[in-house]
C-alpha cells in the first residue's frame, strides 16, 4: 500500500526549534518529488515547501523562507522538515505529500495523515 | 489574503449541478495547470483534478475541471450528501516561485 507516516509534531515555544519527518512505504521514494502542506487551525491548505527527486532543488514560500529547511534520505525513504525560529503562526497540521508523477508542482496524488505541531509558551 | 481568490461557500441540493470559481493571474492560472483538492476535516486532502481537467484514478465523473485565461472552475454534478467538504484550487506561480492555494470552498448540501 502506498503510505506516507508523519511523525516528529509536538509542542515548543516561541523561537524553538523542531524536525519533522514523513517516512514513504508502498512506492519508489526516490523517483518522486515531495512537498509540505500545512493547515493552521481554522484556516485554509498553505504550501510550505517543495523538494526535487533527488534533493538537489528547493522551493519554499515566502512565510518559511530562511527558517524551514526541507531535505530528504533516499536511502531511509523519508523526508523532513527542519522548522525554526517558530511563532505562534506556524502552528498547523504539517502534511507531506507526493507530487504527482508526470503532474505540476501543485498536483499533489498521495497525502500523509499530517503531524500536529504547536507553538506556544 | 490568497493570491487565489475562491468564494467562501457555496451550496446546493442532492442531485444539483454546483460550480466552484478560481480567479488568479497571469503569473500563476494564466501560464500553468489548475489542480483541485477536497479536503474533509481531520482527513488527508484529496486530489480531484490535475492539469486543469484530468481526473486520478478513482475520482467520479461527476467531478470536472477547466480553466480559462487567469480563472478556473470546479464542477460537481449530481450532488451527493458526502461531497460535503472544502475544496481548494492550487497551482504553480511563476513569481513567487511556489505553489500557491486558494483560499478554499466551504460546499454545503442542503
Known amino acids: 500500500e502506498v503510505q506516507l507516516l508523519e511523525s516528529g509534531g509536538g509542542l515548543v515555544q516561541p523561537g524553538g526549534s523542531l524536525r519533522v519527518s514523513c517516512e514513504a512505504s508502498?512506492?519508489?521514494?526516490?523517483?518522486?518529488?515531495m512537498s509540505w502542506v500545512r493547515q493552521a487551525p481554522g484556516k485554509g491548505l498553505e504550501w510550505v515547501s517543495g523538494?526535487?527527486?533527488?534533493?538537489?532543488?528547493?522551493h519554499y514560500a515566502d512565510s518559511v523562507k530562511g527558517r524551514f529547511t526541507i531535505s530528504r534520505d533516499n536511502s531511509k525513504n523519508t523526508l523532513y522538515l527542519q522548522v525554526n525560529i517558530l511563532t505562534a503562526e506556524d502552528t498547523a497540521i504539517y502534511y507531506c505529500?507526493?507530487?504527482?508523477?508526470?503532474?505540476?508542482?501543485?498536483?499533489?496524488?498521495?497525502w500523509g495523515q499530517g503531524t500536529m505541531v504547536t507553538v506556544s509558551s | 489574503q490568497s493570491v487565489l481568490t475562491q468564494p467562501p461557500s457555496a451550496s446546493g441540493t442532492p442531485g444539483q449541478r454546483v460550480t466552484i470559481s478560481c480567479s488568479g493571474s497571469?503569473?500563476?492560472?494564466?501560464?500553468?495547470?489548475v489542480n483541485w483538492y477536497q479536503h474533509l476535516p481531520g482527513t488527508a486532502p484529496k486530489l480531484l483534478i490535475y492539469s486543469n481537467n484530468q481526473p486520478p484514478s478513482g475520482v467520479p465523473d461527476r467531478f470536472s475541471g477547466s480553466k480559462s485565461d487567469t480563472s478556473a472552475s470546479l464542477a460537481i454534478s449530481g450532488l451527493q450528501s458526502e461531497d460535503e467538504a472544502d475544496y481548494y484550487c492550487a497551482v504553480w506561480d511563476d513569481s513567487l516561485n511556489g505553489v500557491v492555494f486558494g483560499g478554499g470552498t466551504k460546499l454545503t448540501v442542503l
Open positions: 505529500a507526493r507530487r504527482l508523477a508526470g503532474g505540476s508542482y501543485g498536483a499533489l496524488d498521495i
Open positions: 508502498g512506492f519508489t521514494f526516490s523517483t518522486y518529488a
Open positions: 523538494i526535487s527527486r533527488s534533493g538537489g532543488s528547493t
Open positions: 497571469s503569473s500563476n492560472i494564466g501560464s500553468n495547470t
